[in-house]
Protein backbone atom coordinates (compact mmCIF):
# COMPACT_ATOMS: atom_id res chain seq x y z
CA UNK A 1 0.00 0.00 0.00
CA UNK A 2 3.09 2.29 -0.49
CA UNK A 3 3.21 3.29 3.25
CA UNK A 4 -0.22 4.87 2.89
CA UNK A 5 -2.55 4.61 6.31
CA UNK A 6 -5.99 4.03 4.65
CA UNK A 7 -7.12 5.22 8.15
CA UNK A 8 -5.95 8.74 7.51
CA UNK A 9 -7.50 8.55 3.94
CA UNK A 10 -10.60 8.27 4.93
CA UNK A 11 -10.89 11.45 7.35
CA UNK A 12 -8.08 13.77 5.13
CA UNK A 13 -10.24 14.18 2.08
CA UNK A 14 -13.73 14.35 3.10
CA UNK A 15 -14.04 17.54 4.66
CA UNK A 16 -13.17 19.05 1.43
CA UNK A 17 -16.60 17.78 0.07
CA UNK A 18 -18.68 19.07 2.81
CA UNK A 19 -17.73 23.00 2.33
CA UNK A 20 -18.92 24.82 -0.08
CA UNK A 21 -19.19 26.00 -2.91
CA UNK A 22 -19.49 22.38 -3.81
CA UNK A 23 -22.30 21.76 -1.92
CA UNK A 24 -24.59 24.93 -3.90
CA UNK A 25 -23.82 23.61 -6.99
CA UNK A 26 -25.08 19.86 -6.23
CA UNK A 27 -27.86 21.99 -4.75
CA UNK A 28 -28.67 23.66 -7.74
CA UNK A 29 -27.10 21.86 -10.11
CA UNK A 30 -25.07 24.01 -12.20
CA UNK A 31 -21.51 25.39 -12.28
CA UNK A 32 -19.27 26.70 -12.97
CA UNK A 33 -17.17 24.58 -10.50
CA UNK A 34 -13.16 24.18 -10.63
CA UNK A 35 -10.61 22.01 -8.99
CA UNK A 36 -7.63 25.05 -8.78
CA UNK A 37 -3.85 24.23 -7.97
CA UNK A 38 -1.93 26.27 -5.71
CA UNK A 39 -0.39 27.71 -8.65
CA UNK A 40 -3.50 29.02 -10.44
CA UNK A 41 -4.40 26.40 -12.95
CA UNK A 42 -8.14 25.15 -13.35
CA UNK A 43 -10.02 21.95 -13.68
CA UNK A 44 -13.71 22.66 -15.02
CA UNK A 45 -16.34 20.29 -13.38
CA UNK A 46 -18.99 18.99 -15.24
CA UNK A 47 -21.69 19.53 -12.34
CA UNK A 48 -24.32 20.07 -15.12
CA UNK A 49 -23.38 16.47 -16.73
CA UNK A 50 -22.99 15.33 -13.55
CA UNK A 51 -26.81 15.94 -12.20
CA UNK A 52 -27.98 15.21 -15.85
CA UNK A 53 -29.34 12.20 -16.60
CA UNK A 54 -26.91 9.31 -17.98
CA UNK A 55 -25.20 10.43 -20.83
CA UNK A 56 -24.32 7.89 -24.24
CA UNK A 57 -20.67 7.35 -22.51
CA UNK A 58 -22.77 6.57 -19.11
CA UNK A 59 -24.94 4.09 -21.02
CA UNK A 60 -22.28 2.84 -22.29
CA UNK A 61 -20.44 2.28 -18.85
CA UNK A 62 -23.68 0.75 -17.49
CA UNK A 63 -23.87 -1.63 -19.84
CA UNK A 64 -20.83 -3.59 -19.17
CA UNK A 65 -21.65 -3.62 -15.23
CA UNK A 66 -22.36 -6.59 -13.83
CA UNK A 67 -24.00 -6.68 -10.34
CA UNK A 68 -24.26 -5.79 -7.33
CA UNK A 69 -22.39 -2.95 -8.31
CA UNK A 70 -20.32 -0.22 -6.06
CA UNK A 71 -20.24 3.37 -7.44
CA UNK A 72 -17.20 5.06 -5.18
CA UNK A 73 -17.97 8.84 -5.42
CA UNK A 74 -21.02 9.02 -6.44
CA UNK A 75 -21.91 12.43 -6.85
CA UNK A 76 -24.98 13.48 -7.08
CA UNK A 77 -26.17 9.88 -8.52
CA UNK A 78 -27.40 10.06 -12.01
CA UNK A 79 -25.80 6.15 -12.18
CA UNK A 80 -26.98 4.55 -9.07
CA UNK A 81 -30.47 5.30 -10.06
CA UNK A 82 -29.96 4.23 -13.59
CA UNK A 83 -28.88 1.17 -12.40
CA UNK A 84 -31.47 0.47 -9.96
CA UNK A 85 -34.26 1.73 -12.48
CA UNK A 86 -33.13 -1.48 -14.73
CA UNK A 87 -33.68 -3.67 -12.01
CA UNK A 88 -29.59 -3.86 -11.02
CA UNK A 89 -28.67 -3.62 -7.31
CA UNK A 90 -25.97 -0.44 -6.64
CA UNK A 91 -25.27 1.32 -3.35
CA UNK A 92 -23.44 4.71 -4.29
CA UNK A 93 -21.18 5.79 -1.24
CA UNK A 94 -19.92 9.94 -1.25
CA UNK A 95 -18.91 11.77 1.85
CA UNK A 96 -21.01 15.02 0.43
CA UNK A 97 -24.51 15.63 2.03
CA UNK A 98 -25.40 17.11 -0.62
CA UNK A 99 -24.29 14.13 -3.20
CA UNK A 100 -26.24 11.63 -0.75
CA UNK A 101 -29.52 13.94 -0.62
CA UNK A 102 -29.74 14.15 -4.36
CA UNK A 103 -28.61 10.76 -5.16
CA UNK A 104 -31.69 9.55 -2.63
CA UNK A 105 -33.51 12.29 -4.26
CA UNK A 106 -33.10 10.66 -7.77
CA UNK A 107 -33.97 6.95 -6.70
CA UNK A 108 -30.75 5.72 -5.59
CA UNK A 109 -29.80 4.00 -2.81
CA UNK A 110 -26.45 5.92 -0.99
CA UNK A 111 -24.43 5.81 2.28
CA UNK A 112 -22.64 8.91 3.29
CA UNK A 113 -19.35 7.36 3.50
CA UNK A 114 -15.98 7.44 2.91
CA UNK A 115 -14.50 4.25 0.24
CA UNK A 116 -11.63 4.02 3.45
CA UNK A 117 -14.30 3.77 6.18
CA UNK A 118 -16.14 0.09 6.51
CA UNK A 119 -18.90 -0.59 4.20
CA UNK A 120 -21.65 -3.19 3.84
CA UNK A 121 -20.84 -6.75 1.66
CA UNK A 122 -17.06 -5.81 1.30
CA UNK A 123 -15.58 -8.83 -0.69
CA UNK A 124 -18.67 -9.17 -2.52
CA UNK A 125 -19.22 -6.55 -5.20
CA UNK A 126 -19.17 -7.39 -8.82
CA UNK A 127 -18.46 -4.31 -10.34
CA UNK A 128 -17.16 -0.82 -8.93
CA UNK A 129 -17.40 2.60 -10.39
CA UNK A 130 -14.64 4.88 -10.52
CA UNK A 131 -15.70 7.53 -12.74
CA UNK A 132 -16.23 11.62 -13.60
CA UNK A 133 -12.07 11.80 -12.26
CA UNK A 134 -12.31 9.43 -8.64
CA UNK A 135 -10.01 8.15 -9.53
CA UNK A 136 -8.23 11.14 -7.73
CA UNK A 137 -10.17 10.09 -4.71
CA UNK A 138 -7.46 10.45 -1.57
CA UNK A 139 -4.69 11.71 -3.70
CA UNK A 140 -2.88 8.68 -3.58
CA UNK A 141 -3.91 5.85 -6.76
CA UNK A 142 -2.05 3.15 -5.30
CA UNK A 143 -4.09 2.98 -2.18
CA UNK A 144 -7.07 3.71 -3.41
CA UNK A 145 -6.70 0.54 -6.10
CA UNK A 146 -5.57 -1.52 -2.97
CA UNK A 147 -8.98 -0.52 -0.83
CA UNK A 148 -10.97 -1.95 -3.66
CA UNK A 149 -9.46 -4.76 -4.18
CA UNK A 150 -10.75 -5.59 -0.69
CA UNK A 151 -14.09 -4.59 -2.12
CA UNK A 152 -14.55 -6.18 -4.96
CA UNK A 153 -15.11 -9.95 -5.18
CA UNK A 154 -12.99 -12.55 -6.92
CA UNK A 155 -13.29 -12.55 -10.63
CA UNK A 156 -15.00 -8.91 -10.43
CA UNK A 157 -14.16 -5.84 -11.93
CA UNK A 158 -13.61 -2.21 -11.88
CA UNK A 159 -14.67 0.32 -14.34
CA UNK A 160 -12.42 3.12 -14.00
CA UNK A 161 -12.52 6.57 -15.92
CA UNK A 162 -8.97 7.88 -17.11
CA UNK A 163 -7.94 11.79 -17.61
CA UNK A 164 -7.94 11.99 -21.21
CA UNK A 165 -4.28 12.77 -21.72
CA UNK A 166 -1.22 10.74 -20.55
CA UNK A 167 -1.07 12.28 -17.22
CA UNK A 168 0.35 10.94 -13.80
CA UNK A 169 -0.36 13.66 -11.28
CA UNK A 170 -0.66 14.06 -7.65
CA UNK A 171 -1.82 17.34 -6.35
CA UNK A 172 -3.05 19.74 -3.73
CA UNK A 173 -6.29 21.24 -5.52
CA UNK A 174 -9.34 22.93 -3.56
CA UNK A 175 -12.79 23.42 -5.15
CA UNK A 176 -13.85 26.83 -6.04
CA UNK A 177 -16.77 28.80 -8.14
CA UNK A 178 -16.46 31.33 -10.74
CA UNK A 179 -16.16 34.02 -8.00
CA UNK A 180 -13.42 32.98 -6.30
CA UNK A 181 -14.99 31.35 -3.53
CA UNK A 182 -13.89 27.82 -2.27
CA UNK A 183 -13.41 25.16 0.00
CA UNK A 184 -10.44 23.89 1.83
CA UNK A 185 -7.11 22.26 0.04
CA UNK A 186 -6.99 18.53 -0.28
CA UNK A 187 -4.74 15.67 -2.28
CA UNK A 188 -6.26 14.72 -5.19
CA UNK A 189 -4.58 12.50 -8.38
CA UNK A 190 -4.98 12.87 -12.04
CA UNK A 191 -4.00 9.20 -14.14
CA UNK A 192 -4.51 8.62 -17.86
CA UNK A 193 -5.19 5.37 -19.15
CA UNK A 194 -1.34 3.86 -19.43
CA UNK A 195 -0.46 5.61 -16.08
CA UNK A 196 -4.17 4.22 -14.45
CA UNK A 197 -3.52 0.74 -16.45
CA UNK A 198 0.33 0.89 -14.91
CA UNK A 199 -0.93 1.38 -11.17
CA UNK A 200 -4.14 -1.26 -11.19
CA UNK A 201 -1.45 -3.40 -12.40
CA UNK A 202 1.14 -2.60 -9.45
CA UNK A 203 -1.90 -3.37 -7.19
CA UNK A 204 -2.64 -6.66 -8.48
CA UNK A 205 -5.99 -5.83 -10.99
CA UNK A 206 -5.51 -7.04 -14.65
CA UNK A 207 -6.36 -4.56 -17.32
CA UNK A 208 -9.09 -5.36 -19.61
CA UNK A 209 -11.24 -3.34 -22.47
CA UNK A 210 -10.14 -0.07 -22.64
CA UNK A 211 -12.91 2.55 -24.83
CA UNK A 212 -13.40 6.41 -25.73
CA UNK A 213 -16.91 7.59 -26.07
CA UNK A 214 -17.39 11.51 -26.41
CA UNK A 215 -14.33 12.36 -25.60
CA UNK A 216 -14.15 10.12 -22.31
CA UNK A 217 -11.61 6.84 -21.87
CA UNK A 218 -12.60 4.07 -19.65
CA UNK A 219 -10.24 0.79 -18.57
CA UNK A 220 -11.60 -2.24 -17.41
CA UNK A 221 -9.98 -3.83 -14.86
CA UNK A 222 -10.50 -7.79 -13.50
CA UNK A 223 -9.21 -8.97 -10.01
Excluded at 44 to 70: H, N, S, Y
Excluded at 122 to 133: F, Q, S
Excluded at 156 to 162: I, K, Q, S, Y
Excluded at 214 to 219: I, L, S
Amino acid sequence: MSGTDLTALADEPAAAWIDDPYQQALRTGHGPLFLRRSDGWLLPLEVERWCAEPDAADVELLRRCRGPVLDIGCGPGRLVAALAAHGLTALGVDVSPAAVARTRGAGGSVLRRSVFDRLPAEGRWGTALLVDGNIGIGGDPHALFTRVRELVAPGGRVLAEAAPHDVDERLTVRVQDAHGRHGRDFPWARLGPAALQRTATLTGWTPGVRWTADGRTFVELWG
